[in-house]
């Protein structure tokens, strides 16, 4: 009996002092955040060289609109930054195109203009209405009163555009299941403009009721 107890002592010393294995167990622990973070980090480095290709193929192609005949190659400057972009996107991303023109810079980002008879309006509270007898000046003429003036296209003569690229495609690395992070990423990419004077700016001013 003591002999047996004695053995089962010497045993638990040498289990006790035997460290093989301890790595393993050591890397069960650090090893799934040790993916996690080269994992964000792929992602990040793909998503920030991606947002650099965008801008640079939007730098390009704002400098080919303002050529005289860029309204007949709005097409082929289109397809030439999606074809750019599309080199560095996964599967399954979608491009899309928002050109906005104005009268001047100044312009880009305002609301339509708004004309009250009203003088409580003229502390601005930004709303068109028609029941205190107001007016607005339908700068993109639509018909309709908008927070931002910009005429879908872009424009004529002298006009200042607002070129903008937004682009949505589903993430590369599955680093979004483990985090929280949405599906897809979405990036943006401006520049401004002015279309050369080949000829007179519309200057068409044309008001309307507020509804």
């Known amino acids: 009996m003591i002999r047996r107890l004695s053995s089962a002592r010497a045993a638990l010393r040498r289990l006790n002092a035997d460290s093989s294995g301890a790595t ?35 730098q390009k192609a704002g400098r080919d609109l303002t050529l005289e005949n860029a309204n007949g190659r ?25 050109k906005l023109s104005h009268a001047d810079f100044a312009d880009i980002g305002e609301p339509e203009d708004i004309l009250g008879d009203d003088p ?54 599955p680093l979004f299941t483990m985090t929280g992070m949405p599906r897809n990423v979405t990036l943006e990419a401006s520049t401004v403009l002015r279309n050369q004077p080949f000829d007179e700016q519309d200057k068409t001013r044309i008001e309307r009721n507020c509804p």
């Open 74 to 98: 709005q097409a082929a400057i289109d397809t030439r930054v999606r074809q750019q972009i599309e080199t560095v996107m996964p599967s399954g991303a979608q491009v899309d195109f928002i």
């Open 120 to 173: 409580s309006n003229a502390a601005g509270n930004g709303v068109c209405e028609g029941a205190k007898n107001e007016r607005y000046i339908d700068a993109n003429n639509n018909g309709r009163w908008d927070a931002d003036r910009g005429k879908t296209g872009i424009g004529g003569a002298r006009d200042a555009v607002l070129f903008t690229a937004r682009v949505t495609y589903p993430r590369m690395f």
């Open 24 to 58: 393993l167990v050591e890397f069960a622990f650090v090893g799934p955040v040790l993916i996690l973070m080269i994992l964000g980090l792929f992602d990040i480095a793909h998503t920030q060289y991606t947002s650099s290709v965008l801008h640079g193929a939007m």
